[in-house]
């Protein structure tokens, strides 16, 4: 690529001529430079299993590698495009390698790629109905269709007078619906009682329910974890629920907002969505389902038992940007009640006034999220959609999920390993004998250290766990295979070395047992 | 492309064997549809001056257009984009057309958008260092970067102690400011007195300050939007300030937060940031600037004078979306102590906690946010900053000024029209006589019903007044021209029915003006 710097002379300012604006967006350059980085593109997914898969930069790497300041003159993509290679790539921890198995994957594919290209593209900003029709509308209908597709109850739908919008994560949908239930709740109670209402969740819920609550203004002291044991494969107990409200109702505090989980990021564990509906509406409180990483599961029939009881609940949102291929960002927010939403989020300055909005005959997306401005984040979804359709949408789920049964099945004939909690969708909770946290966090930092997978963990009911989870779209058997090698090979040397320098290492062992 | 569908048979499912998962990310495939999708975008920006800036199409246009569920099969790319054709883009607002002025400009170029797809592709979720050390680092880098271009205080610089993060919007932006300047003063005062906070903002302050203030749980009673009148072109005054957190003092309440505007949305008035932090400080109150729109111009040395007094400050921010050609979302926000909002936003469950995190030598930005899921934005600006040179940047955003400053001349010449505050940046706000909203607002809306350009409006000071705002990267002189030309074309029809139809007309001009 050197030789075409020799038409992006980087002498100093007064040499070079300033371009014209217009041409930062002028089509022939446009075009040009945009089948280069596909291209670059294309080759970084065709090369990516040959990187380690858990970046093996240190602290700071990239600040020695880079200039202090930004470059006067424009430098040409050809140049950029070398750093990139160079100084960026070694600084990633690739998700899209086959070879990761961390956190919940966050997957990609064409279809949610293409959709990303045309959205930026676009660049329309539809914050409300009359800024970009087209971004609007078509939000509205993809969440219909998939809010069919999980078989949601009408009710959710905008032909049930609910209906769905995209936000960008849990976190923010978590927000905007604690804010919707707290000022309903204000509304009942008097506006100066926001210190006693009362959110809960198990403490396996992601830490976004905590996030949500101290932002949206609830006293710290009003949070409620309430704990998941071993017993009820780490999902809420309604029982457990029941105390907790009662207790709080008891020293004169308001039960408010209920966060159940289906799928939590520990274990998968499934929050029973029924009963514990039954007890939290029975005092009129607000309750979310949170099924970021599963709910893409319960497209399939078979799946779709998770979300039984969502009928109860005020609101549903998951995460296509984790197992629904679009990419980043695209959380999916059902509603039962949208003027809850609105009512908290509602502004309508001057300057955004029109007529449509004034005939009540469009939805305004800025009144169900946080921020006023909104990227088209619909495309995506709908070219996932009609990519792919809904049979291989499917089929690509149920392929993760047999591959991590196949993990399971390899980790069980190894007698060395336990499976820590049955596997409900593709990933599998697993811990190495013996049973200590040491050990079993020496094995999963070599395995992450060898750069050949990137797994990671949890601690559920005082156990250490390695977690081994499915969903990147390049993911294929051999690539299982190969992880479990990976994990066999280290599990080989640290329990020999463990055995080797013996006492000391048992007797922490030991102490942790205990503890 | 009708002849393409051959190759992708859409019959029954039954007959159409299932797709491999793999191909949805297969590298070849990629390339083709990669390819294809540049194409497509390039030849939209090339025609992007044929079709009506505003869209023309009626609520609910696109459902009666789209099929009532998602395809059960997969449908080929040449299918669907002949729909986004057909179906998507007459529903478009077209915000990156040469001829777009309304609300502010959200202006994209070649490199932004390569930045996104780079983004896009990698698709890593950067929540804390571990998980893709580059999108932290080059993050603080370019954050840095730009700070200095902007002479920002060392403080509020990672080489400071203070920092840079990017968020989606404003509205993030402030929520997270406010939420940690509420528990820093709860933590003095008392975590129950969560009812006596007050935010101020001036009456031209954006929607975006009260929205915050209302997520965060501030008393909507507690939410003060002060008026600033035409005698200081609509900047907040400190004296008005002052009276208005006297007056809270001695009601009991507890003054919290202050956003200042650098270029308000209405009139792009700028408020005196070093006068009023003299007020707010006194009173250990948090100040943020938002300088959503305005920000970009101060990296020009003639413009910088805009914020001075901005080492007064909290935090600062500025949307590189609008005016800094990077695309939507992108909001740029500094703040001096990290620490404060670190301590209101982080959680830590176990899931991610990693050595580095531990060591207290990286940043974790999900710490600094409201989401826990992160893009990587920064590569954006990286490429923005790079491909163009601030050499360059600095003339792009002064032309948009001197085409503002063209189209003000012209108004000015036409001794029936007003320019109503004297214009700071890239954006002329103007009115026709007779100076009655009803005429002003029926122009308006036939310009934008021409669909040759789209402008909006505002209320100041009880006037209506249009807003031509200048901020489109593919904007010329001519398209100014042509802007000034549909104006005083549509005015022409106006003014004469106007004055034909006389007396009904007359009346309500003369009853609208009274009030």
């Known amino acids: 690529m050197g030789s075409l710097k020799l038409d992006h002379p980087q002498e100093d300012n007064s040499n070079s001529s300033p371009m014209e604006m217009t041409s930062a967006l002028d089509p022939v350059e446009f075009r040009r430079q945009g089948h280069m980085m596909v291209d670059f593109i294309a080759d970084y997914y065709q090369n990516i299993d040959k990187y380690p898969v858990l970046s093996q930069v240190d602290p700071g790497y990239l600040r020695k590698r880079l200039p202090e300041s930004a470059p006067d003159n424009p430098e040409p993509i050809e140049t950029i495009l070398q750093d990139v290679q160079e100084h960026i790539v070694p600084g990633l921890t690739h998700w899209q390698s086959p070879s990761f198995f961390a956190y919940f994957a966050s997957n990609v594919s064409i279809a949610g790629f293409l959709g990303e290209m045309l959205s930026t593209g676009f660049n329309v900003v539809g914050f409300n109905w009359v800024s970009s029709p087209a971004a609007t509308e078509l939000e509205s209908i993809v969440m219909d269709w998939l809010g069919n597709l999980l078989s949601l109850p009408k009710s ?185 939403l609105i009512s908290s989020l509602s502004a309508n300055p001057e300057f955004l006034r029109n007529k449509p909005t004034d005939s009540k005959q469009v939805v305004d997306y800025k009144d169900w999220q946080i921020a006023l401005s909104r990227r088209f984040r619909a495309m995506k979804l709908w070219l996932v959609l009609r990519s792919y359709g809904v049979v291989n949408l499917r089929n690509f789920l149920r392929s993760h999920i047999k591959m991590a049964k196949l993990f399971e099945g390899l980790v069980a004939m190894d007698q060395r390993f336990e499976i820590v909690v049955p596997r409900n969708f593709s990933m599998v909770c697993f811990r190495v004998s013996p049973w200590v946290a040491t050990i079993n966090c020496k094995l999963l930092e070599a395995i992450n250290a060898s750069g050949r997978v990137f797994m990671t963990h949890a601690m559920v009911g005082g156990m250490y766990v390695i977690r081994c989870a499915v969903g990147v779209t390049q993911t294929e058997e051999k690539h299982i295979a190969m992880a479990w090698k990976v994990v066999q090979e280290h599990a080989d040397v640290i329990l020999k070395n463990h055995g080797d320098d013996g006492d000391a290492n048992l007797k922490l062992a030991l102490l942790d047992k205990i503890a």
């Open 156 to 340: 959710f739908l905008f032909s049930g007078n609910g209906g769905g919008v995209i936000h960008g994560s849990t976190c923010e949908a978590i927000v905007c619906t604690m804010a919707a239930s707290r000022d309903q709740m204000l509304s009942r109670i008097g506006g100066d009682n926001i210190g006693k209402l009362v959110v809960y969740g198990s403490d396996q819920t992601h830490s976004a329910l905590q996030k949500a609550s101290q932002i949206v203004g609830i006293n710290p002291k009003n949070f409620r974890a309430i704990e998941a044991t071993r017993s009820t494969t780490f999902a809420l107990s309604p029982e457990s629920l029941k105390l907790a409200i009662s207790s709080d109702i008891e020293a004169g505090l308001v039960p408010l907002f209920l966060c159940a989980t289906v799928g939590t990021t520990a274990t998968t564990a499934v929050d029973p969505l029924g009963p514990l509906c039954d007890v939290a509406k029975h005092h009129g409180m607000w309750v979310h389902v949170d099924a970021a990483y599963a709910g893409s599961a319960c497209i399939c029939p078979e799946f779709r038992h998770f979300i039984d009881g969502i009928e109860g609940v005020d609101s549903f949102s998951f995460n296509a940007h984790k197992w629904f291929f679009t990419g980043l960002d695209c959380c999916c927010l059902w509603v039962k009640n949208p003027g809850a």
